[in-house]
């Protein structure tokens, strides 16, 4: 069953959601704690003497935020089983022509709170199912000075917190800056990236100072923004959710305040070669992105907490989404016989598509994607490709789909099955919704898209399930170290799907063929390019390349994933679901290491594991052998998974 809740603005839980109860009802055992004026109709003078502060707990009681008003201004802070996760941190809007919402003069004008406990299905995913189980409060508020009426929304999740700001008022309003400052305890690391670059490991108020005339500058830091506590009891990751018609968030390092991060919305696209964009016009009511804090107990418990950037986005958009099939791809080189190869290679792999990629119509650079070149006869690869059930995957530069709408149309009469998006650098509210613009267009051509580039995750791809990756990420195809390889899953991909084409049996890799391998099933990237760099012709004799089965069995979408072990920066290990076959990936830095993993996750009766590991250490990493072995195992069995630095290994879990 596809995903149908409703999330309309300003959004209100329906009927059934709320169990029917009345407001009595759901203000029954509320953690509130307010001066009695603060909700008197007539009592604004009052109210803004009145210090106020609410609490939404997590239905499991693991995760609060809370919500303050002291002296008339807004606050929040969050813990996670007592843990701080977010000292008091400050909440508030700037508006352009300088009306400051929430930092002085905000008396409550309303408060709502209620309990809502579903489970809907994504098309596809980690899991078949979501649980989307929360407690939620809200303020409405009002700007003594302007008479602005505004609300803050907080949400308590088991798997992480949540808030955003909504403007009230019909009419409206130009934002010039949100005013969201994140303040961590002492000894907190947050591991820092921006434009594609690796993650650092930094304290709060040691981001470096980045970027140029033409860009964004300053000590900034691109989302998912993971952040390391002391004691090592807890993580989190910030991200942003349901991000519509508004810039992308990035953080900042703040002057003299060593432990804050503040917002900062992006007035750039992120490399700098569009329209300025100071502050952002909308109409409202309007709702901003939700700010994400996904967290967890244990670095694998972040992983498996992931969903709830899923949860804050709207609820998918499509009546019909039974054409949405990710899968495997392959890229093949610009020629006809190479489409023709590619489709024979997929067909034998296993594999879903084939990719041209930039230069099948002619330079990038070039602003008409419908042609060809002369070495390509696209319409016979296309239909060989569509006799044989492979999808074909045509790259455009962003300055090519300027006019989407046309050129979507024409590649879904050729027979297209999806478009590979370049030079996507989002940053700017214009860019935003350009952004969703091509996904819902695509969609609307039954066109899956995969955008590339200076992306980051926003939840959209549950809005629009067409969207089946993006990058947005140190990729792959730079021969990465394994430790950032180990970084990604608890950072990057915690804020959604992630394109990192796999360079299984690379010279250039940095780390083992089964540190490759074992990428498929630790990563999750629903839309998954294969073989990167290569040609089927390398991989002719089948011999010389034990992994290929590995990569011939493994789907790219789940039933159900369970995190095992991890750590960030050091290993990851991740046990994934399709159907009655488990897929298990194990992943290491540098450093050798034997992680001790128990098979609980697997049903009753015994499993035929068929395990591909590193052998006896080669010269570099990539010269180290796939050794293959079988085993009969059970849920009772406890595997010594033993690595090689910058290592891993895969292994298929099948029912005897």
């Known amino acids: 069953m596809a995903d149908s809740a409703s999330h309309a603005l300003p959004e209100q839980p329906s009927a059934d959601a709320l169990g029917g109860l009345s407001r009595r009802g759901l203000l029954k055992g509320a953690a509130v704690t307010m001066g009695a004026a603060a909700l008197g109709a007539g009592a604004a003078g009052t109210a803004a003497a009145a210090d106020s502060s609410i609490t939404a707990t997590a239905p499991d009681g ?25 000292g008091t941190s400050a909440l508030g809007l700037k508006l352009s022509d300088g009306t400051v919402l929430g930092a002085a003069g905000t008396v409550i004008t309303n408060y709502q709170h209620w309990t809502i406990d ?6 596809y995913g980690r899991n078949a199912t979501v649980r989307d189980r929360y407690q939620e409060m809200r303020w409405n508020l009002q700007d003594t000075a302007s008479l602005i009426n505004f ?43 921006r434009d594609e670059d690796p993650y650092n490991p930094v304290a709060p108020g040691s981001i470096p100072s980045t970027g140029t005339s033409t ?6 830091t691109d989302l998912p923004l993971t952040a390391t506590y002391a004691g090592d009891s807890l993580i989190a990751c910030i991200c942003e959710s349901s991000r519509l018609n508004f810039p992308r968030l990035m953080l900042s390092s703040v002057s003299r305040q060593p432990g804050t991060l503040a917002a900062y919305l992006m007035e750039h696209t992120a490399r700098g070669s569009d329209t300025v964009q100071t502050t952002s016009t909308v109409t409202t009511p309007f709702a901003t992105p939700w700010r994400a804090v996904v967290t967890g107990s244990t670095h694998a418990e972040l992983v498996d907490n992931a969903e709830l950037v899923l949860n804050l986005a709207p609820a998918s958009a499509l009546a019909d989404t039974s054409w949405i099939k990710p899968g495997k791809a392959f890229r093949v080189q610009l020629t006809t016989a190479a489409g023709m190869a590619g489709v024979d290679f997929a067909v034998a792999r296993g594999l879903q598509f084939i990719e041209y990629d930039g230069g099948w119509y002619g330079d990038v650079s070039s602003t008409d994607a419908t042609k060809p070149i002369a070495d390509i006869d696209l319409p016979s690869v296309i239909s060989y490709a569509t006799s044989k059930g492979i999808g074909v995957i045509l790259y455009v530069d962003r300055r090519a789909a300027t006019n989407p709408d046309s050129l979507f149309s024409l590649y879904k009469s050729w027979g297209v099955a999806g478009v590979k998006l370049g030079f996507v650098d989002d940053g700017t509210q214009a860019m935003t919704s350009q952004i969703t613009n091509w996904a819902r267009t695509a969609a609307k051509y039954h066109l899956l898209i995969d955008m590339h580039d200076d992306m980051r995750p926003f939840g959209y791809e549950r809005t629009y399930p067409n969207w089946v990756s993006m990058e947005g990420v140190r990729g792959n195809e730079h021969f990465p170290t394994a430790s950032h390889n180990v970084t990604l899953p608890f950072a990057r991909n915690i804020g959604g ?4 084409t796999i360079c299984y049996g690379q010279s250039r890799d940095r780390t083992t063929n089964v540190h490759q391998m074992a990428m498929a099933a630790v990563f999750y990237q629903p839309l998954n390019f294969l073989y990167w760099y290569d040609s089927p012709s390398k991989y002719a ?17 789940w039933d159900q994933s369970h995190t095992l072990a991890g750590s960030i920066g050091q290993y990851a290990a991740v046990a994934r679901r399709h159907g ?21 996750f697997l049903g009753g009766g015994t499993y035929t594991a068929t395990v591909y590991a590193d052998g006896t250490p080669g010269t570099s990493p990539y010269q180290t052998p796939v050794v293959v072995s079988t085993r009969t195992v059970t849920s009772a069995t406890t595997l010594n998974v033993a690595m090689a630095p910058a290592g891993g ?8």
Do not use: C, H
């Open 649 to 656: 290994q895969a292994i298929i879990l099948k029912p005897s």
């Open 497 to 500: 799907p992630m394109d990192y």
């Open 62 to 86: 693991s995760n609060t935020i809370t919500m303050s008003l002291t002296s008339g201004a807004l606050s929040w802070s969050a813990k996670r089983k007592g843990a701080t996760v977010a």
């Open 215 to 220: 860009t964004d500058t300053g000590p900034l």
């Open 118 to 123: 579903n489970t809907w299905t994504p098309v």
């Open 580 to 600: 009655d076959t488990w897929f298990l990936g194990a992943m290491t830095n540098e450093t050798s290491r034997t992680l001790s993993l128990p098979l609980t």
């Open 151 to 193: 609300s803050i929304q907080i949400r308590a999740y088991p798997t992480g917190v949540a808030f955003r700001y909504v403007l009230l008022d019909k009419g409206t309003a130009t934002i010039a800056d949100e005013l969201t400052t994140f303040v961590f305890p002492d000894s907190t690391l947050v591991y820092s990236a």
């Open 541 to 557: 004799n089948t011999s010389n390349w034990p992994g290929l089965p590995w990569f011939d069995a493994i789907p790219t979408t």
